[in-house]
């Protein structure tokens, strides 16, 4: 915030700014004695008809009466991380999306248009990296067309909490009566601590390819048909692992997809009678001695905000959070179309 010497505020703020990172103060509440602040940081993503919209790094959205504010200035772009690989948004964004492919994709302009038969929001959501080409009303229409033909519902999949995301996006899809359903961070680390936990990894087997104990242990989908395995199978070098368990059904299993310097995690899970025995870490970390054989050097996992088992789980060994993405849905083209689930029941470990 910006001082007098006399300690005044200052607004520093204008509406030139939407798009900018900026820090406010605002009154909450001016009718009770002594005036009480809050305060906010996040983009400035709109400024209209007397209503400052902030867009938090974790995707919430703060609406501010513009008579309400006390002082606001721009700040930097993004705040330096102290911890984990160096990367870009946009190199992130393209490298998770690598790890989880759908079964048909179609640009629009800079935009790609994904489905996978709905197993999955981030196989069937719209991944906007860029310029759709199209007025956003027209790109959305087409977003809608598309998905409506295939019988599935809109999702549009946007960042938030780094230098290049969506906040944006992410207001005007709001703005337009888009629902934003679920939140996920995707976290970053160093790879070769992964490699050096201690496990055990005695009972870990890894594998080229799924099959049906892995699958009947993964909980994401009640009917694993050929789209799934389709899906799970898609990347440039994939790893499965897996600890055995009871009646030909794992213990433990999880995925990994190697890609240059990164190893993206995803479907780590552990039967609910197992857990707390480090099963979890295990398969971790026998996939990051795989990925390190195969050169890559850091890792990244994606997991849902509210999933805090596996956060926990996953500050235990080193990963902090790089951004945030969360998946907007079209309302009013879905009320007859099945929405879908990116986490099973029990899920343990990350979001896929």
């Known amino acids: 915030m910006e001082f007098t010497g006399g ?4 607004v520093r703020i204008t509406t030139a ?7 406010v103060r605002y009154v909450t509440d001016s009718r009770r004695p002594g005036e009480r602040f809050a305060d906010a940081v996040g983009v400035l993503t709109s400024w209209e008809s007397g209503v400052v919209v902030i867009t938090r790094r974790t995707g919430e959205i703060v609406r501010v009466a513009e008579e309400s504010l006390a002082a606001g200035k721009v700040v930097p772009a993004a705040p330096a991380r102290r911890r984990g690989p160096a990367a870009s948004f946009a190199e992130l964004a393209r490298v998770t999306a690598r790890g989880w492919q759908p079964l048909e994709s179609e640009p629009l ?4 248009l994904r489905a996978a038969a709905g197993f999955t929001r981030r196989a069937n959501s719209v991944l906007p990296l860029g310029d759709p ?49 679920v939140s996920a961070e995707v976290r970053v680390a160093g790879l070769a601590p992964l490699a050096d936990t201690g496990a055990d990894l005695a009972e870990v087997r890894l594998d080229r390819s799924v099959d ?8 994401r989908s009640a009917e694993p048909g050929p789209h799934v395995t389709k899906v799970l199978g ?14 030909d059904v794992p213990a433990a299993i999880g995925r990994c997809v190697v890609d240059g310097r990164w190893a ?20 971790m970390t026998a996939l990051a001695r795989r990925a390190l054989e195969e050169g890559a050097s850091a890792a990244w996992l994606q997991v849902e905000s509210d999933n805090d088992g596996a956060r926990a789980l ?7 959070v790089h951004h945030h993405y969360h998946h907007y849905l079209d309302r009013s083209a879905a009320a007859d179309l099945p929405t879908m689930s990116d986490r099973g029941p029990g899920d343990r470990g990350t979001d896929a």
């Open 212 to 219: 049906a104990p892995w699958l009947a242990r993964y909980q």
């Open 109 to 112: 302009g800079e935009w790609t």
């Open 234 to 247: 898609s990347g440039p070098s994939v790893w499965f692992a897996s600890v055995a368990g009871t009646e």
């Open 7 to 10: 300690g005044r505020l200052y």
């Open 133 to 181: 080409r199209l007025p956003l009303d027209a790109a959305l229409d087409r977003v809608r067309e598309w998905y409506t033909t295939r019988g599935l519902p809109a999702y549009v999949q946007a960042a938030t909490g780094a230098e290049g995301t969506q906040e944006v996006l992410c207001a005007e899809l709001e703005r337009r009566g888009w629902v934003r359903e």
């Open 314 to 320: 996953y500050d235990g060994m080193g990963f902090t």
């Open 264 to 283: 993206g995690f995803m479907a780590v899970e552990v039967a609910t009678g197992e857990r707390r025995r480090g099963l979890a870490t295990a398969v």
């Open 17 to 23: 700014d939407v798009g900018k990172r900026v820090s």
